[in-house]
């Protein structure tokens, strides 16, 4: 068996004969097992599913969470820079000895008779379940990474299930009608256990399921909801398990999803957890989520890769006064880019496009393509996001910014670098 983690990641990318494997026969039976279903989590577990916003939920729960004093696990996917992302203890990243310990207790069981195949997701989702297994825990949060119904992570029982946004996102395996689509993410949800819907705007499908399943359901607008309170503040109100009406006020601008943000809040308070209202305050101005909406320096880096995120970050995004907003962008083959650069192409001045290797990878003249046929103005094609960020951090001016979006693979690229600032003022 491998010994450190970066063979282990190596190893397990070769282990079954296609990345992506929909179904939960082979996930559950090594769960079995490795004797992950035999008791809970953690006293509490929250899966969250959803096209975008699982991400920024979850961060503001975990966040919260742990400035109430609770142990905290988190499970996300995928990463930006290490692996060892996916997968946190208390807000640290496991260690690569927890994982690796983990991955070999996976492949003894996987190995038993019958063999049974893996996927890279599948193996690393059963990882994290083990550390949280073998972890003492009072929170356990899941972020579903395609789908839901027959996503990996959903071999675990949550006792709340949350659906944040629905939208056209991996066509190639949840098709493109928005009713199936929910039917799908409401896969997560559970009978009698609460269905958090964390949009006004959900298709039909994700209600009729969460009724079905006779789940008390808790809708963004109606059980929860925010509402401004002055400048960069805002407030929230919820309810209780047990209906009591609950509110707090004064609560900080996170640079997130409100909408997020409320749901995180009417989640938590699900739990049982009291929240309150300094504590709250605090973990949401210091709540950090790296690749949404990170400003370093003149840039700001957004993983948005599909045109329901690219909207969220063209509303939050503005062409400086005096300056230019150029776009870094570099996207996957099966993304809608017409619609993510369509999105952005309202605040976007000025474009670089950088291609991304792989077989899904698409090239930098393909995005030009795209972006011209809109009336965009490319400067530059480069083969990779580092060369496009050195490029362009020859061309910047003082009064510019950079937004540099299209996939985690982009911005992943680009975190592991020092990005160029502004090395000239502006020109008239």
Known sequence: MPNDLASWLAYLERLHPVGIDMGLERVREVAM??????????????????????????????????????????????????YNERVTLNGEPASDDLLVAGFQAIEHARLEAPEISLTYFEAGTLCALWCFANAELDLVLLEVGLGGRLDAVNIIDADIGIVTTIAQDHANFLGTDLEQIGREKAGILRPCHPALLGSETLPSSVEDIAKALNAPLFALGQAFRHAPQGEGYWQWHGHRADGQAVTLTQLPDPGLPLDNAATALQALTLTGLCLDVATTQSALASVTLPGRMQWLGQWCLDVGHNPHAAAFVASRIHKPAQGRLWCLIGMFDDKDADAVIANLASRVTDWVCVSLSGSRGRSATSLKAVIEHQGGRVHHCADTPKEGADWLGRQLAACDVVLATGSFFTVGALLEITLPQASREATA
């Open 33 to 82: 097992r490795i004797g992950l279903l035999d008791s809970p989590l953690a006293p509490k577990v929250i899966t969250v599913a959803g096209t975008n916003g699982k991400g920024s939920t979850l961060a503001m729960m975990a966040a919260v969470a742990g400035a109430h004093g609770q142990r905290v696990g988190t499970y996300t996917s995928p990463h930006l820079v290490r």
